[in-house]
Structures are given as C-alpha cells and as structure tokens.
C-alpha cells in the first residue's frame, strides 16, 4: 500500500470512527429521553437486533462494521483509479503513434510540464498521424527543429495551425523546448511516472481486480439488503 492510500484509509477509518462516536452518542441521548417519557427505545432496538439476527445471522453492530469495512475498500477502490486511467491513457496515445509505452509515457509527462493536456496532445498528434507525420519522441525532437528555423508569428502559426489542428498553439509550447529540452526533459521523468510493459500488465491485473471487488461488493450489499427488509418489516409489524 502507497503513503498516499494509507493516509487516505486511515483519514476514512478516524472520520468512521468519529462519526461512530457522534452516532452512538446521540443514540444514548435519544434512549435516555425515550426512557424519561416512557418510551421503549431500547427495547425497539432490541427488537430489530433480534430480528436481524435471527434472518441474517449477524447482529446490528456486526452489520455497522461491515459497512465501515466497506467504506475503507470503496476509498481504496477510488485510489487505485488514476493508476488505471493513466494507464489507459498511455496505451490509447501509444496505440495512435505506434511508439511504446515508455516512450509517450515520458513525452505526456513533458507536456503537463508546459500545460499541454494528455487530451490536447492526443488530439494534436491524431491530427498529424493522419498527415503521415512522425509524432514519436524522435518525430517531435524532428518537428521542433523545423519549427524553430520558422519566423516568430504567422510562419510558425501555420506550421502548428497545419501540423496539429486547432490545439497546434498548444503544442507549440513543446516545440519551444527544442531538440535537446526535450532531450533532457523526457529523460527527467520520474520513474514512478514511467509506463513500461510491465506496469501496463499491472495496471490491467489491477482493473480486473476491482471489477471483481465491485461484483462482490454489490452482491454482499443486495443479501444484506434483502436480509434486513423482510427482518426490519417483521420488526415494525411486531411494534
């Protein structure tokens, strides 16, 4: 587990307990008044235990716990979906060029670097791809050359307006780089940030196995359901 889901689940877990903590507390002041005005509170409530138990075989405090636990996997879940996003991203835009993973994980990198967003990119080189230019790292390095041999202006806005379509003023910001900022830049970029092969099978092995948690999680959440209807409806009829 990363330092960041970590302090994301421990976050979920003292916010559930906090909330736990209001929760109960505010049940003992509800029991109390219940009882001043002679209500039966508690015993309403023993009543739904029993019937919960009795159908589902687990008590209202087992069943509180389940749903904290399921809170804790949902914030995982959440985590772990940039990751796959991101993975997604670099296949789609490695697909359209034809470069590796590595490759165009690097050069995406280097394009949030100079605002250029992965969208803008890819539409940008979808453009070009079409024309037959090369959109590879070695084929920006090539178009960064020709685009600074060109006039400040209106030269170089054609150039980008004709290379890359309408997000060609976007790109420009990485050509502005040149050869060897781009150079330097991709190989700057973190490791942690590196698409390879292996991340990508990882990042696959990853998504399935949220799917598979999310199946089993709606399926615990429709027998819990389905359990406690029928429970807390024989319950109330009881009352």
Same mark, same amino acid.
């Given at each position: 587990?990363?330092?960041?889901?970590?302090?994301?689940?421990? +976050?979920? &877990?003292?916010?559930? &307990?906090?909330?736990?903590?209001? *929760?109960?507390?505010? /049940?003992?002041?509800?029991?109390?008044?219940?009882?001043?005005?002679? #209500?039966?509170?508690?015993?309403? *409530?023993?009543?739904?235990?029993?019937? *919960?138990?009795?159908?589902?075989?687990?008590?209202?405090?087992? %069943?509180?716990? !389940?749903?904290?636990?399921?809170?804790?996997?949902?914030?995982?879940?959440?985590? !772990?979906? @940039?990751?796959?996003?991101?993975?997604? =991203? $670099?296949?789609? $835009?490695?697909?359209?060029?034809?470069?590796?993973?590595?490759?165009?994980?690097?050069?995406?990198?280097?394009?949030?670097?100079?605002?250029?967003?992965?969208?803008?990119?890819?539409?940008?080189?979808? $453009?070009?791809?079409?024309?037959?230019?090369?959109?590879?790292?070695?084929? $920006?390095?090539?178009?960064?050359? =020709?685009?600074?041999? /060109?006039?400040?202006?209106?030269?170089?806005?054609?150039? /980008?307006?004709?290379?890359?379509?309408?997000? #060609?003023?976007?790109? #420009?910001? %990485?050509?502005?780089? @040149?050869?060897?900022?781009?150079?330097?830049?991709?190989?700057? &970029?973190?490791?942690?940030? &590196?698409?390879?092969?292996? +991340?990508?099978?990882?990042?696959?092995?990853?998504?399935?196995?949220?799917?598979? %948690? #999310?199946?089993?999680?709606?399926?615990?959440?429709? =027998?819990?359901?389905?359990?406690? !209807?029928?429970? %807390?409806?024989?319950?109330?009829?009881?009352?």
């Amino acid at each position: 587990m990363t330092d960041d889901v970590r302090i994301q689940v421990n +976050a979920m &877990v003292d916010g559930a &307990v906090t909330n736990l903590n209001k *929760v109960n507390t505010a /049940l003992g002041k509800t029991g109390t008044a219940a009882e001043k005005s002679g #209500g039966g509170f508690k015993s309403m *409530v023993g009543k739904v235990d029993g019937g *919960v138990r009795s159908i589902t075989g687990m008590s209202l405090s087992t %069943l509180g716990w !389940v749903g904290a636990a399921l809170k804790v996997v949902d914030v995982v879940k959440k985590s !772990v979906d @940039g990751f796959i996003q991101y993975s997604n =991203q $670099i296949q789609d $835009i490695s697909r359209l060029t034809g470069a590796s993973a590595e490759e165009m994980s690097r050069l995406v990198q280097v394009g949030d670097d100079v605002r250029l967003t992965y969208e803008q990119m890819k539409t940008s080189m979808q $453009i070009a791809s079409k024309q037959g230019i090369d959109v590879s790292i070695d084929g $920006i390095k090539r178009l960064s050359e =020709q685009y600074a041999q /060109l006039e400040p202006g209106l030269e170089r806005s054609q150039f /980008l307006l004709t290379t890359f379509g309408r997000s #060609g003023a976007d790109m #420009g910001r %990485l050509l502005e780089m @040149g050869a060897d900022g781009i150079d330097k830049a991709t190989a700057a &970029v973190s490791a942690g940030l &590196v698409m390879d092969e292996k +991340a990508i099978a990882k990042a696959e092995a990853l998504r399935l196995a949220k799917d598979n %948690l #999310g199946d089993s999680i709606t399926a615990l959440e429709n =027998q819990l359901a389905g359990a406690l !209807v029928p429970a %807390l409806a024989a319950v109330v009829e009881g009352l």
